[in-house]
């Protein structure tokens, strides 16, 4: 019975293989050869340009444990990974549940524009417009002072909560989206179910609701966790001197110092914690799913 299945699907996997080859070619460009390039350039003492003598090292590798900055950075990063993780469903699963069980019509819709809004601009632009708003004498300070009868002074500009509201603002989105997509999978029936067997509204959303929306909460904190940990633009141009992070100290490796190879081995070193948290978390995250 097994062959007959194997044989059966090896028979599907034929036709579907001209629809495969050009976005499995297109990963292998543009993911699998950057990469690997990375990994060359990692092991190597400097880049192999003209008139520059190189050798293979794990020098790279090295500096990672020789030096304790880079293990503090890395630590710093992963708990911003959790605290923008944990802010985004905090702030995204109320919202998607709004979106897929009690708004309807032209409302949702225009509430669901709103949502991937920031989706449409750059990410530049979100972020110098924030600096616009959380700077001393900005929007945020100008409108209080206005509406107050006390002079306040709002300056979040260069501090970790900025980092944290741009952050947010930037990855909320995924939350929202992927909650709504099993949100809305939720049978209405199920619920009413359950409200008719005398759960409260509490007990329902706890016992029927968010298990069941678990995939999506599931995927959107995967999806915000990964880059938020390797984020630097964020941290640079909101944080300042508190925005150092393990993102900002790769980027200053590849746009400053111009030491390629101590950037793609510090990137290689992050890339692995991030695979052995996802691994670690994965059995959990399998039954919670």
């Known amino acids: 019975m097994a062959d007959q299945l194997a044989i059966g699907s090896r028979r599907g996997l034929k036709p579907a293989l001209p629809l495969l080859l050009p976005a499995y070619l297109w990963l292998t460009v543009a993911i699998f050869l950057p990469l690997s ?11 192999p340009l003209a008139g520059k003598e190189w050798s293979f090292t794990l020098g790279n590798y090295a500096a990672f ?17 959790l605290e923008v993780t ?14 897929a069980k009690v708004l309807k019509g032209r409302s949702r819709e225009a509430i669901f524009l709103l949502v991937i809004l920031p989706f449409w601009s750059n990410g530049l632009v979100r972020i110098f417009s924030w600096a616009m708003v959380l700077r001393e004498g900005g929007i945020l300070d100008t409108a209080l002072n206005a509406v107050l009868p006390f002079k306040i002074n709002i300056d979040l500009m260069y501090s970790y909560p900025a980092v944290i509201i741009g952050l947010v603002h930037s990855y909320a989105p995924y939350m929202v989206l992927t909650c709504y997509l099993t949100l ?17 509204r509490r007990q329902v959303l706890w016992r029927v609701i968010i298990p069941l929306s678990m995939p999506g909460l ?20 909101l944080g300042g001197r508190t925005g150092t992070f393990y993102g ?11 030491n390629w190879p ?10 692995a914690v991030v695979l052995i948290i996802l691994a670690l978390a994965a059995p959990v995250l399998r039954r919670a799913a």
């Open 37 to 47: 390039a990375m990994v060359f350039f990692s092991f190597m003492t400097d880049l």
């Open 65 to 81: 444990f020789s030096q304790s900055l880079y293990s503090t950075l890395l630590f710093s990063s992963l708990r911003l990974g």
């Open 86 to 99: 944990l802010w985004c469903v905090v702030l995204g699963y109320p919202a998607a549940y709004v979106l």
């Open 184 to 200: 809305q999978a939720i049978d209405d029936s199920l619920i009413e179910a359950g409200r008719s067997l005398g759960a409260s």
């Open 218 to 237: 599931i995927a959107g904190a995967a999806l915000i966790f990964v880059p938020v940990v390797g984020s630097f633009m964020e941290p640079r141009i």
């Open 248 to 258: 900002t100290i790769i980027e200053d490796q590849f746009v400053a110092v111009f």
């Open 262 to 271: 101590l950037g793609a081995a510090l990137s290689f070193i992050l890339l």
